[in-house]
């Protein structure tokens, strides 16, 4: 049955919504974001900032968009003098106690504190400078959070984030009156595999998280949609780069997938990211040793062996590798007429899955690689040990970023990676390939959803996308005209494979649209 | 009522009747005066008749807010899909009011008889009496009461259960209360959803005070009619009413007259009046929340729910407190305001921060440190407290704070002026 929809006015702007919307997100349909702090559309309601005071016409006292469900023919005014006086009123309460250290906050330039109080705060404060304000000393709740609490406006969210979706209420608010402050179990710590939530949901400067600490301030920051490597999920993430250094990763809503959350394991799993020690010229061996390349030279060294070898070969892939890398290095061996039996597999780290209980079917999943359902839908099993087996008396075996290659190959090994491994030293050929910060991409999560990251930074030195170094050898193999963009790669997949027909980067967007018949993969 | 003096002449004792004979307290006692018969007429009876006729008796909410008292029994839900419960308001916290204490204390009885009473007609099975903290003396009696009535069979299936408060002003307000019965911190609730749809443990919750159960189970007895009759005013407020008076008169104590008593008559008449070679000054007619009137309105006052408002005021919970011209008002505000500083559960931002910051003023215009733009400070402060959180409680500081600066201006202005030597308040 739909939805029975109920028409009410935001300022002015006629809005048609679900019967028992909140008012306050119904104006964000009609383009008005009322300002507010406790309330967040994924936790419980508290009502307790009274922030989004707003006018009802027609009812006697100001009401909180965040508890007040729309109603027909309701005429709400968020610009109101009663209702700009209210919330102006209320900003000044929370910034009497409040310390006003913007300039050694990391929150500064995403607070919300600021970002409110610019638009419609008092210029000057009434508070006289001869009272104290509220002092407590910071604390340290967990392995990366730090609570400052005198910036805190006591919005609760991080209460009733551990109490409500975490499900494992370490937090609380002690203390009463202006003397409150959030309180930690004292035999406890903040240490739930998603506790590093509290940060993102914290609208000033109070939960700070210990990794990002004086790193950045936020004006520095770049941003760039992406999605977590860290398990086979794919929860949405925005990628925060200063200078092209992944500084932080955060996540981004998504309904389908994460909601607003991220674990703390996907969290803290970027710093690879940034390493140095990238490889950043093409390599061929020459005289038993690797040598600098241009891209023509290491193409041409790479359709040589191509072209004269014969029988099996083996590619082993990482399943952090784009869904468009993955199938260009596939085209590569499926050319007619060169009678080539290909085999490809991959393997997965599995760690400890950690769930959220209070989100459905949202859990850091045991298969810690985000590409692996992207892998099998392209013809790559798991039969890694077998492949492993088979490589050695393969004719050509490729290795696509996959740094655990205990290989042992009598025919010609061809590394395409980001770092180079000891072993791959014996390579003949070693292309350097961009990460997943580095280029435009796409994943298939568990539950088969093909979702896009975009780049957050340029790669090192000639370091291509996976998918332009297959494009480019396969074209070069005579195998048709190479892609000029990420999009134009997926394009090609979707031509191709069934699971992919019909979709496109512009479809998929940035939340993602599910594979056909790509149904969850057993966990 | 008089304890521990004779009842004067001009009160009428319904519900302080028994007040000072320790023989009604028990349970034989209570039987021989009468008591459980109305208990007794009540179980004969459909629930929805009871509701009728404590509807057509007119008796109103008796904590403060003065809501219909058979009017809130019937939101209760009609059809019983889930376990309706009854929570009786024995927090009796608001200062200057000790009205429900003297009940619990000397008529135990009443109570456990109203209550049944009332978890009869609203169809509950468990009812809890949520008891103040520091009311440890009637909290004894009420076990008693309640164990001697329940091994008399009085109550059925009903199962009653005295639950102690720890001490939180705020637990007094009726959804913070519930919190503090399912052993959550005592923080009001939003509503909706009202008690009646979602109240403790999320069923069909009615709250009624100490008081108002207590004049339930005269009404059944002595009819609807015959409670409505004791009125000197307004139809809209019937039956009687426990003042509790202190301050500064003579003889502070209980004092039960029927609503649209003169205030004027209450103060000087029946609480002694004033001490000698003083005048009145001020009274807050309703219990420390409510705004405070001057000698002019207090004098012109009379007591019920109307009456009152129409001196500016509230009736509350009937808690009057008096000052003579020795009082200094400014003190007695930021004392009040310092109470709710403290109270404050801390929720919402203009009651955490405006309670705090309005001592502060007060505190720095009695040290003689005032600036003359406090005052209108105080009042914009005040009426940005006033209507926009969850519950009154900033409200309710407010009240004393527009009220005594609208009224005793000079009194504030000779602090900020130095005309006035100042006060070092700890």
Redesign the interface.
């Known amino acids: 049955m739909p939805d029975e929809l109920v028409n009410l006015t935001i300022d002015g702007v006629p809005v048609a919504v679900p019967k028992g919307t909140l008012v306050i997100e119904a104006a964000k349909q009609a383009g008005v974001l009322v300002p507010h702090y406790c309330y967040h559309p994924g936790l419980p309601?508290?009502?307790?900032?009274?922030?989004c005071?707003v006018e009802i016409e027609k009812q006697p006292?100001?009401a909180?968009a965040c508890?007040t469900q729309a109603a027909e023919g309701m005429v709400v005014k968020t610009q109101s003098p009663a209702a700009k006086?209210?919330r102006t009123?209320?900003l000044?309460?929370?910034l009497?106690?409040h310390p006003l250290d913007c300039p050694i906050c990391d929150q500064a330039g995403e607070c919300e504190l600021q970002d409110f109080t610019f638009q419609e705060g008092r210029a000057g404060t009434?508070?006289?400078p001869?009272?104290p304000k509220r002092f407590n000393p910071v604390e340290d709740f967990g392995p990366d959070v730090l609570y400052v609490p005198n910036r805190c406006?006591?919005c609760?969210r991080c209460v009733r984030f551990m109490e409500d979706v975490a499900q494992e209420p370490v937090l609380?608010?002690s203390?009463?009156?202006?003397?409150?402050f959030i309180g930690v179990h004292p035999e406890a710590r903040l240490d739930h595999p998603w506790a590093g939530n509290v940060v993102d949901l914290c609208p000033v400067g109070s939960l700070l998280s210990k990794d990002f600490l004086h790193k950045a301030r936020a004006w520095e920051l770049d941003k760039a949609a992406s999605v977590c490597t860290g398990c086979s999920q794919g929860c949405n993430v925005t990628l925060d780069t200063r200078d092209d250094i992944v500084v932080r990763v955060r996540p981004r809503s998504n309904l389908e997938v994460n909601r607003y959350f991220i674990c703390d394991h996907g969290r803290m799993n970027y710093r690879w990211m940034n390493r140095g020690d990238r490889i950043e010229a093409p390599l061929v061996k020459r005289g038993g040793e690797l040598h600098a390349t241009d891209w023509q030279d290491a193409f041409e060294r790479v359709t040589t062996v191509l072209r004269g070898a014969g029988g099996r070969v083996v590619a082993l892939v990482s399943p952090r590798a784009s869904t468009e890398a993955l199938f260009f290095a596939r085209e590569l061996f499926r050319a007619g007429g060169r009678g080539l039996e290909w085999t490809g597999a991959f393997q997965v780290v599995m760690g400890e899955e950690a769930p959220l209980p209070g989100v459905p079917d949202l859990a850091l999943r045991a298969e810690r690689a985000p590409n692996g359902r992207g892998a099998e839908l392209l013809g790559y099993g798991r039969e890694y040990a077998a492949a492993l087996a088979a490589a050695e008396s393969a004719a050509v075996v490729l290795v696509l970023d996959e740094p655990d290659i205990p290989v042992r190959t009598a025919g010609t090994l061809i590394y395409v990676g980001t770092v180079l491994p000891e072993r791959a030293r014996e390579a003949e050929v070693v292309l350097p390939i961009a990460n997943v910060a580095e280029e435009d991409g796409t994943f298939v999560n568990r539950d088969g959803r093909v979702q896009r990251y975009a780049q957050a930074k340029p790669a090192p030195g000639m370091a291509r996308p996976g998918w332009w170094v297959f494009s480019e050898l396969s074209a070069a193999l005579g195998q048709g005209d190479p892609v000029a963009s990420a999009a134009e790669a997926f394009a090609r997949v979707a031509q191709t494979l069934e699971p992919f027909r019909g979709l496109s980067y512009e479809q998929l967007g940035f939340t993602g649209k599910p594979a056909a018949g790509a149904a969850a993969v057993p966990a | 009522m008089g304890y521990p003096h004779k009842p004067h002449a001009r009160e009428t004792v319904l519900l302080s009747r028994y007040f000072g004979e320790a023989d009604a307290r028990t349970y034989k006692g209570w039987v021989k005066r009468g008591g459980y018969a109305a208990l007794e007429q009540a179980r004969a009876m459909e629930p929805v008749r009871v509701t009728d006729i404590v509807k057509e008796s007119g008796l109103r909410g008796r904590g403060g807010a003065g809501f219909p008292t058979g009017l809130k029994w019937s939101f209760m839900p009609k059809e019983k899909k889930k376990p309706h419960y009854l929570c009786v308001n024995a927090d009796e916290s608001e200062p200057g009011t000790f009205k429900d204490r003297e009940i619990m204390r000397w008529t135990p009885h009443a109570l456990l008889e109203g209550t049944a009473i009332a978890a009869h007609a609203i169809q509950a099975e468990v009812a809890y009496i949520y008891i103040r903290g520091e009311f440890t003396e009637p909290l004894t009696i009420m076990e008693k009461a309640l164990a001697d009535a329940r091994s008399a069979g009085v109550f059925g299936d009903l199962k009653i259960h005295l639950h102690r408060g720890a001490g939180a002003y705020i637990c007094g307000e009726e959804t913070a209360l519930m919190n503090s019965i399912e052993g959550k911190r005592g923080n009001p609730r939003i509503k909706p959803p009202f008690p009646a749809a979602a109240g403790v443990f999320g069923m069909p919750t009615t709250i009624n005070n100490v008081e108002t159960l207590a004049a339930v189970p005269p009404i059944l007895t002595k009819g609807a009619a015959w409670y409505k009759g004791l009125s000197l005013s307004s139809p809209k407020s019937t039956g009687t009413k426990l003042f509790s008076v202190c301050g500064h008169v003579q003889q502070p104590g209980n004092y039960e007259v029927t609503m649209g008593f003169p205030l004027k008559d209450l103060v000087y008449e029946l609480s002694g009046g004033m001490r000698a070679g003083r005048t009145l000054k001020a009274c807050i007619p309703g219990g420390s929340s409510v705004p405070i009137l001057n000698r002019e309105e207090t004098e012109a006052c009379l007591l019920d729910y109307e009456g009152v408002v129409e001196r500016g005021s509230m009736l509350g919970s009937g808690g009057v407190i008096v000052f003579d011209d020795s009082a200094d008002m400014v003190y007695q505000i930021m004392r009040l305001a310092r109470f709710y500083a403290h109270e404050s559960c801390a929720q919402c931002t203009q009651c955490r921060e405006g309670t705090a910051w309005t001592t502060k003023i007060l505190e720095r215009i009695l040290a003689g440190q005032g600036k003359a733009a406090d005052l209108d400070l105080l009042l914009d402060l005040s009426e940005n407290m006033t209507g926009k959180t969850i519950c009154v409680l900033s409200d309710s500081c407010a009240a004393p704070v527009v009220s005594g600066i609208k009224k005793f201006r000079n009194e504030f202005e000779d602090y900020i002026a130095g005309r006035r030597k100042p006060v070092m308040v700890a």
């Open positions: 309601v508290a009502g307790v900032c009274r922030m005071l006292k100001l909180i508890a006086s209210a009123g209320v000044e309460f929370l009497i106690n009434r508070y006289s001869d009272y406006i006591l609760t609380n608010v203390e009463r009156g202006d003397r409150a």
